[in-house]
């Protein structure tokens, strides 16, 4: 039976097929719907964990137990799991692991486009790269069978195209294989240096097998059409080049790292003009130069953001690229924005009339810092709001008291702790303001450790964040909504005060994960006098209308913030008389 699937989705039904056991993950776009659909199989044990480190270790230990396990993260989860992914290479695996590393050309939804393909070259372990939904399946059940006959875990690396865009994927039954039971082997699963050393020599034995095993794999294909042009080429690139150059003859990399120099040379013997065509990093180009073999890549292909047909078309035919009618009209420009009452913008509307630094993190939150609240300073990555609000106060003493870390509930569980830990540690005298909307809200509205709920639905036990703040040492915790903004600014104000770390934790649920409407509120012309005070909010629920403004009824939820904004009283529940 053949259905239509993403890429994500066609991932988890290859993790049902292929037996796999145990599936982790810390949700984030464009991977997050792996766990999310694995979940509907109840073979698989699949749960969130706190961060990508923990998630992979999990899949480690699942791996060391002879089960088969998937571990899913987008491409800046790695940085966070690079440490256990490294050794991984070197222990090997009981069960089959294939880590999933969904990465972002174009940065649609993550704070760089970093190319993860170098990562699989660093842990010098095998790297498959899907080129639709059917690949994304297949290639699940091959990758487990390459980690366990070369005793390695697999990259299966998608982007953002492959991850969401939907195929034809014929469907198959779920596989039995065999679960091995652990067996104490010191040499192979204890990392310490003596035994690392022989490990290592391992891992490049084990690449040179690979090489030579991928020659006969049928997972890199050839397609001989006009030899003037012969491109080398790997997952959702493939498409483009497919679309933009029929006629090209192609080379279609299924595995992208290690390459087999034995098919790049005889591709590259039977072509005239030798091309690479990849996203982002020329990390196959590179390769085959390295082969003494000429070819041709970012000259002409950019080194940057998300490629297209019309971008590979322009590059290889620039002269007759106005004669192509088919280009798409660009669209209006939509910036992103926090919904209509949203909790985080009450917390950053009211920190900024504080007047303060406000280092920021990775969150819906983040949007804080655009025009027109313009209210965060900072964002580099998960958890680091806490560690450079320390670090300004010492850069200079006047941030001392000056400067809030705002940090959302499923990130500083993520990895916040630590950050205040060290401030704690070293009497940092920061604010940090936990905006607690009780979900991981921007990938999803997933549950964590916080909420009490897991992945399958089950009630657990939630984490208390008052009670582990104080158990790291924090001496001012304060609980406050930040819907009620005096209460919000006094109890900021009173935590800036504080001589030492202090937590404020702004809690209010996430308003399309409680989907609670209250009755929306009007602005009444007759007073009204288009100070703009309500503008500066940034909520779309709210318009200039000619002199004055109006709120949008359908999209007003009833939060009331704006009401404590507006200087002139002209903000109304829909039912009261006006003055």
Not at 56 to 78: D, F, N, P, Y
Not at 83 to 104: E, I, K, Q
Not at 171 to 187: C, H, I, N, Y
């Amino acid at each position: 039976m053949k259905v239509l699937l993403s890429g994500n989705e066609a991932i988890s039904r290859g993790a049902y097929e292929a037996n796999v056991s145990v599936a982790t993950a810390y949700p984030g776009t464009p991977s997050t719907e792996i766990l999310e659909t694995i979940r509907q199989y109840p073979e698989i044990k699949a749960q969130w964990a706190p961060n990508e480190k923990v998630a992979l270790e999990v899949a480690i230990g699942a791996s060391l137990g002879g089960a088969r396990s998937l571990v899913a993260m987008k491409h800046v989860g790695l940085n966070v799991a690079a440490d256990p992914f490294l050794t991984l290479s070197y222990t090997g695996v009981g069960g089959g692991l294939v880590l999933v590393s969904a990465d972002d050309p174009g940065m649609h939804s993550s704070q760089n486009e970093q190319d993860n393909r170098h990562y699989a070259r660093l842990a010098k372990v095998p790297l498959l790269e899907p080129a639709n939904s059917q690949e994304a399946k297949d290639f699940v059940g091959i990758a487990l069978q390459i980690s366990e006959q070369f005793d390695t875990p697999v990259m299966l690396r998608t982007t953002t195209r492959i991850s969401h865009s939907k195929s034809l994927v014929e469907l198959g039954e779920r596989r039995w294989s065999a679960q091995v039971p652990f067996e104490k082997d010191p040499a192979k699963w204890v990392m310490v240096p003596a035994h690392a050393k022989f490990r290592h020599l391992f891992v490049e034995a084990r690449l040179e097998d690979l090489a030579e095993w991928i020659w006969r794999s049928g997972l890199n294909t050839y397609e001989f059409n006009d030899r003037s042009i012969g491109i080398i080429t790997s997952g959702v690139a493939y498409q483009y080049v497919k679309e933009a150059l029929p006629e090209a003859s192609i080379l279609k990399l299924g595995i992208a790292y290690p390459l087999c120099p034995k098919q790049i040379r005889i591709f590259a013997n039977e072509v005239e003009k030798l091309y690479v065509v990849e996203e982002l990093d020329p990390f196959l180009e590179e390769q085959i130069r390295m082969l003494g073999i000429e070819v041709i890549g970012k000259e002409i292909i950019p080194k940057t953001g998300e490629l297209s047909t019309e971008i590979v078309r322009k590059a290889f035919y620039p002269e007759d690229y106005e004669l192509f009618t088919d280009r798409p009209k660009p669209l209006p420009k939509r910036p992103p924005v926090l919904c209509a009452g949203c909790p985080h913008r009450a917390s950053i509307y009211g920190l900024k009339r504080l007047g303060i630094r406000v280092t920021g993190d990775i969150g819906c939150y983040t949007l804080g810092a655009l025009p027109p609240l313009s209210g965060i300073d900072s964002c580099v990555c998960m958890g680091a709001s806490i560690g450079m609000a320390e670090g300004l106060t010492l850069a200079d003493p006047k941030y001392a008291g000056n400067t809030v870390a705002v940090i959302g509930d499923s990130t500083f569980l993520h990895t916040g702790i630590q950050g205040l830990l060290d401030a704690v540690y070293n009497k940092a005298r920061i604010t940090v303001v936990i905006l607690d909307n009780r979900t991981t809200a921007m990938t999803g509205h997933q549950d964590h450790p916080g909420t009490g709920v897991t992945l399958s639905g089950e009630r657990t036990k939630a984490v208390n964040l008052s009670k582990l703040v104080e158990a790291l040492g924090v001496e001012f915790v304060a609980v406050v909504d930040p819907l009620n903004q005096e209460k919000f600014k006094a109890t900021v104000e009173e935590a800036l005060a504080f001589d030492g770390p202090a937590v404020v934790i702004s809690r209010h649920p996430c308003i399309l994960k409680v989907r609670k409407k209250q009755d929306p509120y009007y602005i009444d012309p007759a007073q009204c006098t288009g100070c703009h005070a309500c503008i500066q909010i940034g909520c779309p629920a709210i318009s200039v209308a000619g002199c004055h403004n109006a709120i949008n009824q359908a999209s007003c939820i009833g939060c009331g913030l704006c009401v404590q904004i507006c200087p002139e009283g002209a903000i109304k529940k829909v039912g009261e008389a006006s003055a």
